[in-house]
């Protein structure tokens, strides 16, 4: 199993582009998420998905859109980047919903927007 | 508000020795409390997760403790190792609602040969 992976690594965007990132797991899992990583702060939630079709809000979603069409797939998109997005993005996926359930992380995105 | 703080914020020892990490949570009402590992440009993974039924729980060299009453935590690494360097994470879940966990800022562990 390649367990959870992102696309891409490394990414500049300008300010007001708009891009995608991408993170799919192959391990069945109902739960994914994202999170940003900012120095100086712990994880943040941005978006969540408990299964495919259902996507939920996390404590910063302004300026991010998610969709979870298929249950392996869940990109989260920025509409106009903001240097205020400047960040280490991470997506993670659990068996199902519920803290219990271990979370297992992608490798990251680190998106600067200049 | 849902807080979780970490001391100290960064440590260096010295390999073959022990050391303890602090956790301290306001989070309310407590479901559980993992601890992860978070090495330098990776994505953090889980060491540990306890109830607030579990005192303490062990995985390898490493052992959380827990204490529910007083909202405190600590990871305890012994005979550390370099690959030991990374950051160390606290996160604590409520229980009920939406999942959405609170993260601390982690503390840096460096080891030295």
């Known amino acids: 199993n390649a367990g959870v992976t992102q696309t891409p690594k490394f990414q500049v965007l300008k300010t007001g582009q708009s891009m995608t990132l991408q993170c799919a797991q192959d391990?069945?899992?109902?739960?994914m998420s994202w999170y940003r990583q900012d120095p100086g702060m712990g994880l943040r939630l941005i978006h969540y998905?408990?299964?495919?079709?259902?996507?939920d809000q996390g404590e910063v979603p302004n300026g991010y859109n998610v969709s979870r069409s298929t249950t392996e797939d869940f990109p989260l998109r920025l509409l106009s980047a903001a240097p205020s997005q400047t960040s280490v993005y991470f997506c993670?996926?659990?068996?199902?919903?519920?803290?219990?359930?271990?979370?297992?992380f992608g490798p990251g995105t680190r998106l600067t927007v200049t | 508000k849902n807080q979780v703080e970490q001391s100290p914020q960064s440590l260096i020892i010295l390999e073959g020795k022990n050391c303890t990490l602090q956790?301290?949570?306001?989070?309310?009402?407590?479901?559980?409390l993992r601890w992860y590992k978070q090495d330098t440009g990776r994505g953090p993974v889980s060491l540990t997760i306890m109830t607030f039924s579990e005192n303490t729980k062990s995985n390898g060299r490493y052992t959380a403790t827990l204490d529910a009453d007083t909202k405190q935590s600590s990871l305890h690494i012994t005979a550390s190792q370099l690959s030991d360097s990374a950051s160390y994470i606290c996160?604590?879940?409520?229980?009920?609602?939406?999942?959405?966990?609170?993260f601390g800022r982690g503390t840096s562990l460096i080891v030295h040969p």
């Open positions: 996160v604590v879940s409520a229980t009920g609602g939406s999942y959405i966990p609170t």
């Open positions: 956790c301290n949570y306001t989070v309310s009402p407590f479901s559980n």
């Open positions: 391990m069945n899992h109902e739960y």
């Open positions: 998905s408990v299964g495919a079709g259902i996507t």
């Open positions: 993670a996926s659990s068996l199902s919903s519920g803290s219990s359930y271990e979370q297992y």
